[in-house]
């Protein structure tokens, strides 16, 4: 088989200039009339890329990715949002004509083995070291979404929490209000550590930095649910004293709180703001329609597979780390606060 030296040769260029050409780099200056005669030659000389000499392009073999999803099945049904993420990532799989095996845990392992043999592995949310080294052996192109765990090995798409509490913090401020809670839950971190939610840190940081911080006014469960949304807001009406605003952690969480107001009849937004998080599908439904900050998960999906296809198909093996924006949508729950 033909060498990329012996094309090079021919052409007259440089073996690293024909390796650019063949796999089409973008960003290399060369002659229109250069890159068709190395393609010329190499097609003369029957020469093979590494992709094509894998198999991975083309109408080749049929990429095969296992994902898994750190939550339960109990705890996808409490907390929809990596559902709908999962969901995404499915859908995305579809239309990459892309297979797609899920990955379980039993007894404390993942079962793996049951699946044909697998080009990469998509994992959703957070996972302990342990887990982490139990992934790889299956397979060692692996991306994190919604984490990013050893940032020097493994591919990852997160949000910019920071940008979408901003943009909320800053929306409730513009309408006017100086009283704003939080209300959240404690977070799994990726060495199953409890963790401060990045949500809650930003939260802190802009209230501060506006000498607007009140410790009186956070609330934090055990948990991000719709039950511990509802319990956490009755928590904050039986002080008799609340903020004329909420930030809460997700559109879950958010969707409990809005219950329990209802049930107190306080009025949202008339007596009271909501922010929530996430833009569920279901937000938009609520009564009021819930403003959130929307988190794009179809593009999450996008992004975690084609970083995957990028591993293998061109054999990168620095890792990237991709910020997915978030952005505010504004809706009816929140209002210009009735206090001076």
């Known amino acids: ?41 190499a097609e003369e000389l029957d020469y093979k890329t590494v992709r094509e000499r894998k198999g991975n392009i083309g109408d080749s073999k049929r990429l095969s990715f296992g994902v898994v999803d750190w939550y339960t099945e109990v705890e996808l049904l409490d907390d929809p949002y990596y559902l709908y993420l999962m969901t995404a990532i499915e859908k ?33 949310g957070k ?15 692996i991306v994190f979404v919604d984490s ?11 949000i910019n929490l920071r940008l979408g509490v901003t943009e909320a913090l800053g929306h409730l401020l513009e309408l006017g209000h100086t009283e704003i809670g939080f209300i959240g839950g404690t977070v799994v971190g990726d060495y199953k550590e409890i963790t401060v939610d990045d949500r809650k840190k930003v939260f802190v940081e802009f209230m501060e930095r506006h ?6 006014y956070m609330y934090i469960g055990s948990r991000i649910s719709y039950d511990e949304g509802y319990s956490l807001i009755h928590q904050a009406i039986k002080t008799g004293k609340l903020p004329t605003a909420f930030f809460i952690a997700n559109d879950t969480m958010a969707t409990g709180a809005l219950r329990a107001l209802h049930e107190v009849k306080l009025n949202v937004p008339n007596e009271i703001s909501i922010i929530g998080f996430n833009d569920l599908a279901t937000s938009k439904y609520l009564i009021p329609p819930l403003t959130t900050v929307r988190v794009h998960l179809s593009f999450m999906a996008v992004t975690a597979i084609e970083l995957l296809q990028e591993r293998i198909n061109k054999d990168r093996v620095i890792p990237k780390k ?19």
Do not use: Q, W
Not at 95 to 123: H, Q
Not at 211 to 216: A, F, S, W
Not at 323 to 340: G, M, Q
């Open 1 to 41: 088989m033909a060498t990329i030296k012996e094309i090079a040769s021919r052409a007259g260029v440089s073996p690293a200039t024909v390796s650019r050409v063949l796999n089409h780099d973008t960003t290399l200056s060369v002659s229109a009339e250069t890159k068709m005669r190395i393609f010329e030659i």
């Open 127 to 141: 996972f302990s070291d342990e887990e982490i080294e139990d992934l790889s052996s299956y397979s060692a192109n």
């Open 92 to 124: 995305e799989c579809s239309v990459a004509s892309i297979d797609m095996f899920k990955i379980t845990k039993l007894n404390g392992k993942y079962n793996a083995m049951k699946l044909p043999s697998i080009d990469g592995i998509i994992a959703i």
């Open 322 to 340: 991709v910020l997915i924006p978030s952005e505010l949508v504004v809706r009816k729950s929140c209002k210009k606060t009735n206090k001076a």
């Open 211 to 216: 000498g607007l911080y009140n410790p009186d």
């Open 148 to 158: 990013s765990p050893h940032e020097k090995r493994y591919d990852s798409v997160t």
